[in-house]
C-alpha cells in the first residue's frame, strides 16, 4: 500500500473513532462487561503437580511408582508437648483421639500414628499383630515404660513419627484424591485446619502443626489469594498516585482508572470462560495487566495535553495525540503480548497460563484505551504538567551524549562486560519451601517441623525382583537391606521405610523375640510365609501396598530427607542412581530414583531449557515488528542491542547480590522484553517523525524527541519498574523473583534506551546520511 495512502486512511479513522466517540466508548464497556462475566467462572487450582511437565523423565519415574503403589498426598500433624517428652499419658490420649478423628477427613485412607504402630508379640507359639497402644484409658506406668523401648527402637518410628528426642510425634494421613477435583486437597486440607482447632482447645498443653505434601498443594490458593487481595489494590494505589502527579487531573486519573479496570476484569473474565484453574503464577495477572495496560493511557493523554497549545479545541488535541500515539502503542502493545505469548514455551502450565491472560490483557487494554479515551479525554483539562515539560535533564542528556559517540561507545562497552563478568557466580538453585512466605501458615508449620521432628521430602525407589520368589527372594532382601543401610548412613536422611525392617521384626517374633534373630530369612518360603502372616494381620487401612506391589514382585523404598535445597536434592538423587547402578545384582532392578521433591529439584533446569526457546522466539518475533516498524533492516538489528543488554546487566547484579536463580529467571526474559522494547518503538517513531517532516539533522532530531517523549517514558518506566517491585512483595518465591528481576531489567533498560540507543541511532544515521546526497538530509525511513 502506497504510504501516503496508508497514512491518510489512518488520520481518517482516528477521525471518524472521535467523531463516534460516544458510540465506540459504550461499545467498549459493553464488551468489556460481557467479557469480564466469565469472572464467576473463576476457580483455583490446588494440585502442585500442576507445576511438572507432563513429559518430563522424573515425573514419568515418579508415576510409574505412584501407579504401582499409591500416591503421596499426605497430611502431617505434629504434636509438641510443652513439656518436652512425648511419653506421658495426657501425649499418649492425644495421639489417640487425633488419629481416631483423622481417619474421618475427606479423601483420608491410611491413618499412621505412634499409638497405631502395628506391634508384633509372641505367646508361645501365637504371634500377635496389634496396635501399640489399643486403650490409652488402661495405660499404667509400666506399660508406659514398656511402650517407650518400644517405640524409641523402631525404626519404622523414629526420624518420622517420632523425634529422636522424644520431644515431638507425628500423626500421618495419607490422602486419596480424586483426580477429577483439583480443590479436593483444600477440603481434606480445611476439614484438618479444623480438627487443629479442636485439638488446641482440647489440649492446651501441647503445640500442633499441620505440613505435608497434601497441605501445600493446599496453600496455592491461598497464596494466591493473598496476592489476589493485597498486591492488586496496591498496585492500583501507586498507579493511581503517579497517574494523579503526572497527569495533573482527576479526570485524567479516572479515565486510567477506568481503562485499567475494565481490562483487567476483562482479562479474568476470558480466564473464566477459558476454564483457566488460577495458581500462584497465573493470579498475578490482574497485577501485571494493570503495570502494562497503564502505558497505553499516559501516552495517548500526554500527547493529547501536548498538542492542546497546537489546537483549536481539546477534540482536535485528541486527534491529533491519537496520530502521534496510535503507531508506537499498537505496536508496543503487540510486542508485549508477543513476550508474554513466549510463556507458551515454558514447562509449567501456570506460566503458560500466565503468559496466555497477560497477553490477552495486553491487546484488551490497548483496545480499550482507544475505545474509552477519545470520548473522555476531551472532558479534561488537557493541560500539560509544567514540571514535565520542564524536565531539562532529558534534553541535555543526548547533546552530552553525541558529542564524541566512539567515547560513549567505549564507556558503554567497558560498563557491559564488567556487569557480565558476575553472570559465572550464579547457580541454579532453590529452596522448595522457602518459595512460601513466612507469613504463610504452611510455611510456619513446616519450618516447625523440619525443626522439631522430620522432613517433608521423600526420594522414592522402586525395587523389582526378577526372580519367581518375588520379593521373597533372600538375595533380593538382602540387597534391599543393604540399599537401606546404605541410606541411613547419608547426612541427608533422617528416616527409611523399608520392607526389610518388617522382616526382620517379624522373623525375630517367631524366635521369641531373641535379639540375635533381629535378621533376614535365609528361605524364600519362609520368607513369603511371614509377608503373608504380616498382610494378614494388619488392620484394616494399614495395608502392606504402599511398600509392595499387588503382584510381589517390586517394593517401594522411601527415604525422608532433611531441608535440602534443589542442588543438593539433585546431588542426591545421582548419588543414589549411582550407587544402585554399581550395586543391584542381575536378579534386581531399580528405578530411577525419584519423588515429588526430586521433580521440582530439576523443575528449574527442565524450564530454562524449555524457554530458550521461548527466548529465541520472543526475540525473533519482536525484533521482526522492529524491523518492518523501522522499513530498515541494518538499523533494526542495531535496535536489538539496547534491549539485550539490560538483560546481561541485569544477571551481572543478581549474580553480585543472590548468585541464585529459579524458574523465575528462565520466564522473565520473555516477559519483561516485550516491555522493555517499548521505549525503543516510541522513539524511533517520535524520531522518523522530526526527520521527516521538520528535516532535522539526525543530532537536532534526536535531542529533541528524547526531550519531547523522554518524560513519557521516564513515566512509564517508573509505573513498569514499581508495578514489578509490587511482585516482589508476593507471598510466592517464584513471583517475588520474577518482580524484582523485571524492575531491575525495566529500569537498566530505560537507562539504556537514554544513553545507549541514541548515539547508535545518530551514528549511524549520520553516517548513512554523508554516504548519500549531503544535501538532500534524505531522513531515515522508520514508518510512522
Not at 518459595?435 to 519450618?447: P, V
Request: proline residues 5%; glycine residues 6%.
Amino acid at each position: 500500500m502506497d504510504e501516503g495512502l496508508r497514512r491518510t486512511l489512518i488520520s481518517k479513522g482516528i477521525e471518524n473513532l472521535v467523531r463516534w466517540r460516544w458510540i465506540a466508548a459504550a461499545l467498549t464497556v459493553v464488551i468489556a462487561i460481557a467479557l469480564g462475566s466469565g469472572v464467576t467462572q473463576l476457580s483455583f487450582n490446588a494440585d502442585y503437580r500442576v507445576f511438572f511437565p507432563k513429559d518430563d523423565p522424573q515425573i514419568t519415574s515418579l508415576d510409574n511408582i505412584h501407579q504401582k503403589f499409591s500416591k503421596s498426598d499426605t497430611l502431617l500433624f505434629v504434636l509438641k508437648p510443652k513439656n518436652g517428652d512425648v511419653f506421658t499419658q495426657d501425649v499418649m490420649t492425644a495421639i489417640s483421639d487425633l488419629t481416631e478423628r483423622a481417619w474421618k477427613l475427606p479423601s483420608s485412607y491410611r491413618v499412621d500414628s505412634l499409638t497405631n504402630y502395628q506391634h508384633i508379640q509372641t505367646s508361645g507359639d501365637v504371634i500377635n499383630i496389634d496396635d501399640l497402644l489399643p486403650n490409652p484409658a488402661e495405660l499404667t506406668p509400666e506399660k508406659l515404660v514398656e511402650l517407650k523401648k518400644i517405640a524409641t527402637e523402631a525404626p519404622e518410628l523414629v526420624g518420622i513419627l517420632l523425634a529422636r528426642d522424644n520431644g515431638a510425634t507425628g500423626v500421618l494421613v495419607t490422602l486419596q484424591l480424586p483426580e477429577s477435583d483439583p480443590m479436593a486437597v483444600v477440603a481434606a486440607n480445611n476439614a484438618a485446619r479444623k480438627l487443629i482447632e479442636y485439638f488446641s482447645a482440647q489440649y492446651a498443653d501441647i503445640d500442633i502443626a499441620l505440613t505435608g505434601l497434601a497441605a501445600i498443594g493446599a496453600a496455592y490458593p491461598e497464596a494466591t489469594q493473598k496476592d489476589m487481595e493485597t498486591l492488586t489494590p496496591l498496585m492500583y494505589l501507586i498507579i493511581l498516585i503517579l497517574a494523579t502527579i503526572t497527569l495533573r487531573s482527576i479526570g485524567a486519573m479516572l479515565i486510567v482508572l477506568l481503562v485499567l479496570t475494565l481490562s483487567t476484569v476483562g482479562a479474568l473474565g476470558i480466564a473464566g470462560w477459558l476454564d483457566v484453574l488460577l495458581t500462584p503464577p497465573s493470579g498475578l495477572t490482574p497485577t501485571i495487566i494493570l503495570v502494562i495496560a497503564v502505558a497505553d493511557v499516559v501516552h495517548i493523554i500526554l500527547a493529547s495535553q501536548r498538542c492542546r497549545a497546537l489546537t483549536e479545541g481539546k477534540k482536535e488535541a485528541v486527534i491529533m495525540g491519537i496520530k502521534q500515539t496510535i503507531g508506537p502503542i499498537t505496536i508496543t502493545s503487540f510486542t508485549t503480548a508477543i513476550g508474554f505469548l513466549s510463556l507458551q514455551f515454558s514447562a509449567s502450565e501456570p506460566y503458560r497460563d500466565l503468559g496466555l491472560l497477560a497477553a490477552i490483557g495486553a491487546i484488551l487494554a490497548w483496545a480499550i484505551a482507544l475505545g474509552i479515551v477519545p470520548a473522555l479525554a476531551p472532558l479534561t483539562a488537557l493541560k500539560l504538567n509544567s514540571r514535565l515539560v520542564g524536565f531539562s535533564i532529558f534534553s541535555k542528556t543526548v547533546p552530552f551524549l553525541l558529542r564524541n559517540p566512539k567515547r560513549t561507545f567505549l564507556c558503554l562497552g567497558i560498563g557491559f562486560i564488567l556487569s557480565a563478568l558476575p553472570i559465572t557466580l550464579i547457580e541454579i538453585n532453590d529452596r522448595i519451601v522457602e518459595n512460601f512466605d513466612k507469613s504463610l501458615t504452611i510455611r510456619q508449620d513446616t519450618d516447625f517441623t523440619l525443626d522439631h521432628l522430620t522432613g517433608i521430602y521423600r526420594l522414592e525407589v522402586a525395587v523389582g525382583s526378577r526372580s519367581d520368589s518375588g520379593v521373597s527372594d533372600p538375595q533380593y532382601l538382602e540387597f534391599l537391606d543393604q540399599f537401606g543401610v546404605w541410606l541411613r548412613s547419608r547426612s541427608e536422611v533422617l528416616h527409611v521405610n523399608i520392607l526389610t525392617d518388617s522382616v526382620k521384626r517379624l522373623t525375630q517374633a517367631m524366635h521369641e523375640g531373641a535379639p540375635e534373630a533381629y535378621r533376614l530369612p535365609k528361605n524364600p518360603d519362609l520368607a513369603a510365609q511371614i509377608l503373608l502372616l504380616y498382610e494378614m494381620s494388619l488392620p484394616y487401612g494399614l495395608s502392606m501396598t504402599d511398600r509392595v506391589d499387588i503382584s510381589g514382585t517390586s517394593s517401594r523404598v522411601v527415604a525422608t530427607l532433611g531441608a535440602l535445597d534443589t542442588k543438593e536434592l539433585r546431588t542426591f538423587k545421582e548419588v543414589t542412581d549411582a550407587w544402585l547402578s554399581r550395586n543391584s545384582p542381575d536378579a534386581v532392578t531399580a528405578s530411577p530414583a525419584t519423588g515429588e521433591a526430586i521433580v521440582f529439584a530439576y523443575l528449574s533446569h527442565t524450564n530454562i531449557s524449555h524457554m530458550m526457546w521461548g527466548v529465541g522466539f520472543a526475540l525473533a518475533v519482536v525484533s521482526l515488528v522492529i524491523i518492518v516498524a523501522l522499513k530498515n533492516f541494518k538499523l533494526g538489528i542495531l535496535s536489538i542491542l539496547p534491549n539485550v543488554a539490560p538483560f546481561v546487566v541485569m544477571f551481572g547484579i543478581w549474580g553480585i547480590f543472590r548468585g541464585e536463580i529459579n524458574t523465575a529467571a528462565a520466564n522473565v526474559c520473555v516477559v519483561a522484553y516485550g516491555l522493555v522494547v517499548d521505549a525503543t518503538i516510541h522513539i524511533l517513531y517520535d524520531y522518523n517523525r522530526r526527520r521527516s517532516v521538520a528535516l532535522s539533522p539526525p543530532d537536532v532530531a534526536m535531542a529533541e524527541t528524547i526531550s519531547a517523549i523522554g518524560p513519557a517514558l521516564f513515566i512509564n518506566s517508573i509505573i513498569l519498574a514499581l508495578g514489578f517491585c509490587v511482585l516482589a512483595l508476593s507471598s510466592f518465591k517464584m513471583n517475588a523473583d520474577l518482580g524484582i528481576l523485571a524492575a531491575i531489567t525495566i529500569t537498566i533498560a530505560f537507562i539504556l534506551d537514554i544513553i545507549m540507543l541514541p548515539p547508535l541511532i545518530v551514528f549511524f544515521d549520520t553516517a548513512r546520511t554523508k554516504t548519500s546526497d549531503s544535501t538532500s538530509q534524505k531522513p531515515l525511513k522508520v514508518g510512522s
